[in-house]
């Protein structure tokens, strides 16, 4: 299994609140991705970043930021949650190059109440 | 605009009963073709990559073959715990990001 671990696994939440998901890899890949799935939507990516501090969003970013400071840290930030934010949440990895194969961390599952 | 679809959106099969999924995408100029297994609860897995039109990969009871226009993940005499989502992914135009299909949910019966 790939080195990829997020935190935290669970967490519910009240609509209004800010939010920091964290993803961890232990694998020095370049690229971190963050997703979000939802029943009749499939993964759709949310932002991703191709270094320390460089960062580009992805097709559903509104409401998200994210960080990171560190090669091995990608932080996704809901700044104040909404209820459209409750999902599951992913974080991928992988190496430089276009045609990478992206690695999968275990998910969190946020409700926003 | 990208898009990959996958069809049948669900499939129930009898143990040992072969059947094949199917994926097809409309980016253009492909750089390669992802299959992954996601059970639920769990992260998508990496199963394969397909990079040319005639390529074929096999692991287990997986095979997956890549046309022009579509990719095909044949199942041969599969057992219950195949059961899980099956999904698909194209690398966009600008080959940063994915673009996935919505996925297969076989489910195989003892």
């Known amino acids: 299994d790939a080195g990829i671990t997020q935190s935290p696994r669970h967490k519910v939440t009240e609509t209004g609140t800010p939010v920091t998901l964290r993803c961890h890899q232990t694998?020095?890949?370049?690229?971190m991705y963050w997703y979000r799935q939802d029943p009749g939507h499939g993964l759709r990516l949310i932002h991703y970043?191709?270094?320390?501090?460089?960062?580009d969003k992805g097709e559903v970013s509104d409401g998200y930021s994210v960080s990171r400071s560190k090669t091995e840290d990608f932080l996704l930030t809901l700044e104040s949650a909404t209820s459209s934010q409750t999902s599951v949440y992913f974080c991928?990895?992988?190496?430089?190059?276009?045609?990478?194969?992206?690695?999968f961390g275990p998910g969190t599952r946020l409700l926003v109440l | 605009e990208d898009q990959v679809t996958q069809s049948p959106e669900a499939l129930r099969l009898q143990e040992g009963e072969s059947s094949s999924l199917n994926c097809s995408y409309t980016?253009?100029?492909?750089?390669?073709l992802f299959w992954y297994r996601q059970d639920p609860g769990k992260g998508p897995e990496f199963l394969f990559t397909?990079?040319?039109a005639g390529e074929e990969k096999e692991k287990e009871r997986l095979k997956a073959t890549l046309t022009k226009k579509e990719s095909f993940l044949h199942i041969t005499a599969p057992k219950p715990e195949d059961s899980a989502t099956y999904l698909c992914?194209?690398?966009?135009?600008?080959?940063?990001?994915?673009?996935f299909g919505p996925g297969t949910r076989l489910s195989v019966l003892p």
């Open positions: 970043s191709y270094g320390v501090k460089d960062t």
């Open positions: 980016v253009s100029g492909l750089r390669g």
């Open positions: 397909l990079y040319s």
């Open positions: 991928a990895i992988s190496s430089s190059g276009s045609n990478k194969t992206q690695y």
């Open positions: 694998e020095n890949h370049r690229y």
């Open positions: 992914a194209v690398p966009d135009n600008y080959g940063q990001n994915f673009v």
